[in-house]
């Protein structure tokens, strides 16, 4: 394959983007191996895709001057990885991070944008951001020479949007950004709509439901463009979507299932705002009850701990009901990078969504919905289920060239 991929990350200069900008070079030097990365699986042996060390990372972030913890800035945000592996990466890290272009944050929340500097593109009316954003996309596949682009939202939670009629039809979005209605959406809406309209495929790795929305996904499909959503399944709801089918397997009733987070890193400390960490506790909560069949008490707790980095932990306690009316419980403790287990993700999505788009694939993927907490338009929470639907879409991505779509085949 010639073809020239692009990846635009937004949120740049976050802990998950420069993980992923770390794996990729790493890649490149041979220093790693692709362990975390499902793509390089025997289940996609045969299937063409974009090698992971030919992609080109670029991408924006609010923030223009990182605080360095005393190093170089170039590893600031690379948490969790070794030494002698950043030594030898850091100077494909520093040109990467000196390329990332200034970012938009528009009706995102105090907790947001106070992250970021407020120049004049804070005040610039929607439709001047949204020229900004893909004048920015443009130049960035221009200077490299790029045949597509893949879009991924990284950014910081944002605080829910509640729909209403103008995000469920495409003409009164449209309208509204005319009118510069800005409370109407957010700056994942902006990015979203510009790499629709562009044609490059969106996913939106973030629980922020205004990317995805009804309407913008009715415009996915009639511009011929592969997105998909929310929210990535990295740590506790990873476990919980594989552990809770064993319940329904065995017809054990779940009494209650309690989850505690603590997590330090800049995503956790946005998360300290009650308006964002109500987006993410939607995306962590609402698994349960779609893979029971019912509703057991459940609460899911996040707690910011500066302390932590990148670093969490997961601990939840289950209450269980089984034969003969005893009770019982499991518990379970999680812990890990919170970078290091989404950068994978990351990359094998986007290589994943440069095929969907190459093969003519068009609207939502839902092959890809075991990388999601919330997997929009996915009838399915269980991650047995979900792994089954990318096992049986590799297996069809075998049989068919990856360059024609399904209909394409048919008139052959």
């Known amino acids: 394959m010639n073809k020239s991929t692009g990846v635009y990350l937004i949120g740049a200069l976050g802990s998950i983007a420069t993980t992923v900008a770390a794996g990729v070079f790493a890649l490149r030097r041979g220093l790693i191996d692709a362990t975390g990365m499902i793509t390089p699986a025997p289940l996609f042996e045969g299937v063409d895709l974009v090698e ?50 200034p970012g ?32 920015r996309i443009r130049k960035f596949v221009q200077s490299h020479g790029l045949d597509t682009v893949i879009v991924v939202n990284l950014a910081s939670t944002e605080p829910p949007l509640e729909l209403e009629a103008c995000h469920h039809d495409p003409a009164m979005l449209e309208q509204i950004l005319d009118a510069d209605g800005r409370q109407k959406v957010r700056a994942s809406t902006l990015y979203a709509y510009v790499a629709i309209q562009e044609g490059y495929p969106y996913i939106n790795f973030t629980p922020s439901n205004a990317a995805l929305f009804p309407a913008m996904l009715e415009l996915a499909a009639r511009r011929q463009t592969p997105v998909m959503g929310d929210d990535g399944k990295t740590g506790e709801t990873l476990v919980k979507s594989a552990l809770a089918p064993l319940f329904v397997y065995r ?9 505690f987070n603590i997590l330090g890193n800049m995503d956790g400390q946005v998360l300290d705002n009650p308006g964002n960490v109500e987006s993410k506790i939607r995306t962590k909560d609402g698994v349960l009850s779609k893979i029971l069949g019912y509703c057991p008490h459940s609460k899911v707790k996040i707690d910011y701990v500066p302390s932590l980095g990148d670093q969490k932990t997961a601990w939840d306690f289950i209450h269980f009901r089984g034969f003969l009316d005893a009770k019982m419980s499991m518990q379970f403790i999680w812990q890990g990078f919170d970078s290091i287990l989404a950068a994978p993700l990351v990359l094998d999505m986007a290589r994943l969504a440069e ?11 839902p092959q890809l919905a075991s990388f999601f907490k919330a997997p929009i338009g996915a009838e399915t929470h269980s991650l047995p289920e979900q792994f089954r639907m990318l096992t049986d879409y590799a297996q069809s991505a075998k049989k068919a060239p990856g360059n024609l779509s399904a209909a394409a085949m048919a008139e052959n």
């Open 52 to 101: 992971t060390t030919e992609l080109v990372l670029g991408g924006c972030d609010i923030r223009r001057r990182p605080a360095s913890r005393g190093g170089s800035p170039a590893f600031e945000g690379a948490v969790g990885i070794s030494p002698h592996i950043l030594e030898a990466i850091k100077r494909e890290l520093a040109q990467y991070r000196a390329g990332i272009d």
């Open 104 to 135: 938009i944050a528009s009706n995102c929340g105090e907790a947001i944008e106070a992250l970021g500097e407020r120049g004049a593109l804070h005040k610039a009316t929607l439709r001047n951001q949204i020229k900004t954003i893909r004048n």
């Open 251 to 259: 017809n054990l009733e779940v009494l209650s299932w309690m989850g």
């Open 355 to 365: 095929l969907a788009k190459r093969r003519g694939e068009a609207g939502l993927m």
